[in-house]
T-cell receptor, first 116, second 117 residues
Framework: AQSVAQPEDQVNVAEGNPLTVKCTYS??????LFWYVQYPNRGLQFLLK??????LVKGSYGFEAEFNKSQTSFHLKKPSALVSDSALYFC??????????????FGSGTRLLVRP | SQTIHQWPATLVQPVGSPLSLECTVE??????LYWYRQAAGRGLQLLFY??????ISSEVPQNLSASRPQDRQFILSSKKLLLSDSGFYLC????????????????FGDGTRLSIL
């Protein structure tokens, strides 16, 4: 079965330090992977995606993610965290069912708290 | 540019009352449309999706229904709300420009927070 796991409910980091939000996936075939961020009472905002090519993907707001096929992971990273990065982060993988739905399978979310 | 609008932003309804939440998309044709529910600010549950006018697929059995009367309009409804219908409802679309492709992200509206009393 296809699935996405975000093993950490919450990640705490001090402002200026690097941050990592973990994501692992399970799909058949090559994965299409996405990261989204959600601020309070807002919808999800697309950050970045991995489809193919370079394993290091750069996205919005200085975020990047590293695709690791052997570890089936797609961890979100940022070299220097900002207090404004505090939010809920979702990892998602495209459902590879042979239909036209193009559904996403989401992880349970990781709350990032950046301390001043 | 492509945009998505949801309304209302917040809604307080009594148990047993009807519901209608609306979502519209601009700037693209033939989008895929999705309704999600998010409980307690955490995981997303896909409720319905639509790949075309009048075509609705339900992901989970529930008290809600969806309709797509126009290409870029998606409506979530209920005849009688239950307490368990409370939550944050999100609409999303996948652009239909140049045909749907697996590598495009879904784009989300700002949601409707529904409280049932």
């Amino acid at each position: 079965a296809q699935s996405v796991a975000q093993p950490e409910d919450q990640v705490n980091v001090a402002e200026g330090n690097p941050l990592t939000v973990k994501c692992t996936y399970s799909v058949s075939g090559n994965p299409y992977l996405f990261w989204y961020v959600q601020y309070p009472n807002r919808g999800l905002q697309f950050l970045l995606k991995y489809i193919t090519g370079d394993n290091l993907v750069k996205g919005s707001y200085g975020f990047e993610a590293e695709f690791n096929k052997s570890q089936t992971s797609f961890h979100l990273k940022k070299p220097s965290a900002l207090v404004s990065d505090s939010a809920l982060y979702f990892c998602a993988v495209r459902d590879m069912s042979r239909d036209s739905s193009y559904k996403l399978i989401f992880g349970s979310g990781t709350r990032l708290l950046v301390r001043p | 540019s492509q945009t998505i609008h949801q309304w209302p932003a917040t809604l307080v309804q009594p148990v047993g009352s009807p519901l209608s939440l609306e979502c519209t998309v601009e700037g693209t044709s033939n989008p895929n449309l999705y309704w999600y529910r998010q409980a307690a600010g955490r995981g997303l549950q896909l409720l319905f999706y639509s790949v075309g006018i009048g075509q609705i697929s339900s992901e989970v059995p529930q008290n809600l229904s969806a309709s797509r009367p126009q290409d870029r309009q998606f409506i979530l409804s209920s005849k009688k709300l239950l307490l368990s219908d409370s939550g944050f409802y999100l609409c999303a679309f996948l652009s239909g420009d140049r045909g749907h492709t697996s590598n495009q992200p879904q784009h989300f509206g700002d949601g409707t927070r529904l409280s049932i009393l």
